[in-house]
Structure formats: C-alpha cells, structure tokens
C-alpha cells in the first residue's frame, strides 16, 4: 500500500506534503488457527490497515482497511476489526478516556440505570444472536452478523488476544458495544429513566445541505457534525471489504468500498456521513423523541440497534428505496433522525433531474419511521437543508414537536429555525466547492439578525447558526432553554463531496470548531481548561483538506 496523500486546501489550490503511515497486516496461521498481525504488507493478508496520524496537522488521522476476498467472510470480518485495532489503539485509549470513562463506572451515582442498560444490552444481544443462528443465510443477518464479527475482532486486537471465536459471540455490554451507541445511548437514557440525561433540551446534532446548482451543472452533499468538544479525536476511514451479500448470494455487497467520517473504537461512522461503492451518499441529522409516550416502542427484542442497521442499509442497498426499505427494519427507536438518501446513479451534470429516484429522505422516531422521494421537491427548490427538526409532520407531531413550539417558540419550527432561515436566505450564494465550504462552516453569529436569541441576554446567541459555537456564549448569560447556554459543544466537522469527487471516494473535510468568523477554539484559554482531553490539539484552526487515498 502506498503512502497517504492529503492536501491542504486554502481556495482549493492543493499543496502535497508527505505523511508517514503505518501499515500492518492480519495473517492467518493454519497451524494454530490464529490471526497473527503482522508489520507492513503482506501478500498473504486476512485484512491490511494503512494508517496516518495526521492530527496535529490537519485535525484527522486516516485509515484504510482491505480485506481479501479468498478468505471466508467471517475471517475477513474478524480480521478487518483486528487490524483496524492494530494500528489505532493508542488513539482508541485516549477517546475512551475522554468520552466514556465513567459512564457507568462503580462510582456512578445512577446504579439503578447503569443495570437496566446492561440488561437491555444483554437481552438485545441474545435476541440478534438468535436471529443470525436461525436465519444465517439471510443477507439481512448474514450482514448483522459480520459487523458483530468485526467489533468482536476490534476489542479482541486491542486487548492483545485475537482468537477467533468458534460460537457464539459474547460480548461485554458496557465495553466496546458503548463506543458504537453513543447515538442510541441519549434515547436508552431517557426510555430507561436515567435520573440525569445527556440530552439538553433542543441541542442540535448536525446541519446538512444538499445543494443543485443552476443547470444541474453539480450536485454537493454536505454535513456538519454537532457534538461535544471532547469527542474532537477523528479518524476518517475507507472501508473495502470483499463481503459477499449472503453464503448463498456469492456477489459482494454493493456497498463494498465506503469512505466515512468516524472514531477511534467505532466500526461505522456516527456522525453520519457515507460515500458508497453503491452509487450513493447518505447522511443524517438527530431529530430525537420530546413526547415521552413513545418510549413504551423501545424494547430490546425484535429490534436491532440504529448503529447496526445503518450499517446493514450502506452494505446491502441498491437504491435510496431499498436503504430506507432495509434500514426500517426492527425499528430500535434510538438514535431517531432524519436519513437522507442521494443516489449520484441517477445523476448527470448539465442534464434534467428525473422525478424519481435521486433523493430519498426518511424519518425515524420510537414505532414510526416515514419514507418519502424528494427528488421532485429537489429539483425546483435547487436545495435540502437539514437540522435537528422533522421535516414530516406526521413525525414533528407525534415526537412532540408542536410542544415544544408552544412553549419556547418559533425556535423549534420546522421552517421558522434560525438554521432554516439562514440555509434559505444563504443557499443560492453557493457557486462551487469553495463557497459551499463557506457556507457549512458559517457563524457569524453577532452580526447576523438570524442568530437573534428571542429572550436571551446578550441576545445573539453561538448556538443560532450553521455551525454552532455554543463555547462562545457568556457563563452569566440568561437563556430560556438550555441548547442556548455555554457549553463545550458546538459543531466540530465539515464535510463535502460532489459528483466530481464522490466516485474515488474523495472530500472536502474541516476538522474542529468553525473559526474564520469567530475566534478560533482553544483548550487553555476556554472555560473547559480541566476536561479531559488526551491526544487533543490546543488549539483548533486547520485548514480545508482535501482527502484522496492510496487506492
């Protein structure tokens, strides 16, 4: 495998600079029937890692793992999850500690949550065990399966004793499993009544914006991850698994190749943020569960966790029909957003857009999720802007949406948001690459009349724009719900592909806080000095990258 190459873009002019990597291979021994990792490449490889920590630079790292097709697809799997443990455990360790340590740990005060987790886990965990030994031919499992397989090998690699397990899968419930769940997470605290809950009220998780621009000439997918500041260690990975769909169905997958945004510890991205070898990108925003009667839907048998079926969606789908028609399956009712669906197959620049077919959106909250095509819709607005709130009003009601207009205000509107308002005024400004960077990274949040706080004192407020700063907000402000305070959380990405871009799996990518319209985030000198955050950047000011991989 050859070297990384990453540029660094300022207007897009890219500048090459040389980055060393690590490379290191899964080899089987036939002899102890081990997986032995091994230092650099190696011809007969299980699964290959190439991986470069570039984030004292650039904000990333970047990972590569191969499997190899001659091998089974259990072995593939297990080995993808080993070597990936291989050369990112350091990183690994640190966001541990900086975002998990604790979280039910023996001195948490909220032991009686910390053991209804942990049987939801466990019961869920035999439940799928079941289906996959029943129906192991099925793609649906045979998929659900193997992604178990490589988290199995990921914690197994980073504990220093790969061994492949001969049956059955066991797994500890608040080990390796919490780095996958931290969406599913926020819902289970609140469906399992945790005395204290993570979720703030109305605090967004990612802005995302589907752009056409005049004449069809290019279609850009973009999002923007929300979340707290300590969760600042990234990894962006390329996955190329040679899976085959099921042990009776031999072709792979479709979605064998996916370049994702993600994290140390965790086999999916997230955020979430996808380019597939199927033809599409897909993307979401949380619009979480306010109506607490929904909760009765959350139930650990006969569902599968949203991480794992957004996984089995980008694996096996085809079309934007068939990934929410597979997503929708065992509705979990955690991790509850808004899917958006682009199908590039159905896209050529310059030419009309067909009415069906280019774009799917999907909603999800606990026993409903609605699909709808919105191409049509697409195409004669030139736009989709996508922020933390339904947009289907089947949904917005029955997760409690008018509620919450009613009692803080137009803030939780679906079309009055200061992010609706600010995508609708600002879309249109978006030309090509560089002004659609511009956009998804936008705050400018004291001097735009949009980011206006309706009774906040000062009253423009981090929060109210594309790309929150929720830091920058004063500690003695006052704010009517609590999304609006001070908080170590705001966005903390930015990525972008295009049709031009998407077909070798390249991007656009920001890492960290936005910082050309405001003050650039810093540790030291912010009101979070004593968090913990091993392995961080002081201060978080990089550039545009411009991601291209080895292969």
């Known amino acids: 495998m050859r070297t990384m190459r990453l540029f660094i873009c300022t207007v897009f002019v ?9 490379v290191k291979s899964a080899v089987f021994d036939e002899q102890t029937g081990k997986l032995i990792v091994k230092e650099g490449f190696q011809n007969d490889y299980v699964a290959v890692a190439n991986f470069t920590d570039d984030i004292s630079k650039t904000g990333w790292s970047y990972l590569e793992v191969i499997t190899n097709g001659r091998y089974n697809d259990t072995l593939q799997a297990y080995g993808a999850g080993v070597v990936e443990a291989a050369v990112t455990s350091q990183l690994i360790y640190k ?3 900086n975002t998990l340590m604790g979280y039910c740990g023996p001195f948490k005060y909220d032991a009686g949550f910390c053991q209804r987790l942990k049987e939801y886990i466990t019961t869920n965990l035999q439940w799928v065990s079941e289906q996959i030994e029943k129906a192991a031919e099925s793609p649906y499992w045979h998929q659900v399966h193997l992604s178990l397989l490589q988290l199995k090998g990921l914690e197994d690699g980073y504990n220093g004793h790969p061994t492949f397990p001969k049956r059955g899968l066991s797994f500890d419930p608040l080990g390796f499993l919490l780095f996958q769940m931290g969406g599913d997470l926020e819902d289970l605290e609140a469906a399992l009544n945790k005395s204290s809950q ?8 990612c802005s995302a914006l589907i752009k056409l621009l005049p004449g069809n000439k290019e279609l850009f997918v973009s999002h923007d991850t929300w979340n707290n500041y300590q969760s600042m260690l990234r ?9 085959r769909v099921s042990p009776k169905d031999q072709a792979l997958i479709p979605g064998s190749t996916q370049t994702f945004s993600s994290y140390p510890g965790s086999i999916f991205s997230g955020d979430d943020f996808y380019i597939l070898s199927s033809g599409m990108v897909t993307m979401e925003t949380t619009i979480g569960n306010s109506n607490p009667d929904l909760w009765k839907f959350v139930n650990p048998v006969s569902t599968v966790m949203e991480w794992l079926r957004n996984i089995v969606a980008n694996r096996l ?3 934007g029909k068939e990934w929410a028609d597979i997503f929708s399956q065992f509705n979990s009712g955690t991790y509850n957003n808004q899917w958006m669906i682009v199908d590039y197959k159905n896209f050529i620049p310059g030419k009309p857009v067909q009415n069906q077919g280019l774009f799917t959106v999907l909603e999800q909250i606990p026993g409903m999720i609605e699909i709808a095509d919105k191409t049509e819709e697409l195409y004669k607005t030139s736009y989709w802007a996508s922020y933390n709130i339904p947009y289907f009003e089947q949904v917005f009601n029955a997760s409690g949406g008018p509620d919450l207009v009613k009692k803080y205000g137009s803030w939780f509107s679906f079309s009055d948001n200061p992010r609706a308002q600010i995508f609708r005024r600002n879309h249109s400004l978006v030309t090509d690459l560089e002004s659609m960077v511009r956009l998804m990274r ?3 949040f004291k001097n735009d009349p949009l980011s206006k706080c309706d009774g906040c004192s000062p009253p423009y407020n981090g929060e109210n724009s594309i ?5 920058l907000n004063p500690a003695n402000g006052t ?6 305070t001070q908080r170590p959380h705001g966005g903390t990405d930015m990525k972008l592909t295009s049709y031009g871009l998407f077909k070798q799996y390249e991007l656009l990518a920001v890492s960290g806080p936005t910082w050309d319209q405001v003050p650039a985030f810093e540790w030291s000198t912010s009101p979070y000095s004593s968090l913990l955050r091993i392995g961080h950047p002081d201060r978080w000011e990089f550039p545009t990258v411009h991601v291209r991989w080895s292969e």
């Open 479 to 484: 704010y009517p719900f609590g999304a609006l």
């Open 235 to 243: 990894i962006m990975k390329k996955y190329n698994f040679s899976f």
């Open 467 to 471: 790309s929150a700063r929720s830091d």
């Open 95 to 97: 966001h541990w500690m």
């Open 14 to 22: 890219p500048l090459i600079f040389a980055v060393e990597s690590q």
């Open 317 to 319: 789908a085809r079309t």
């Open 442 to 444: 936008y705050n400018n």
């Open 198 to 205: 993570s979720r703030t009220v109305g605090s967004g998780s």
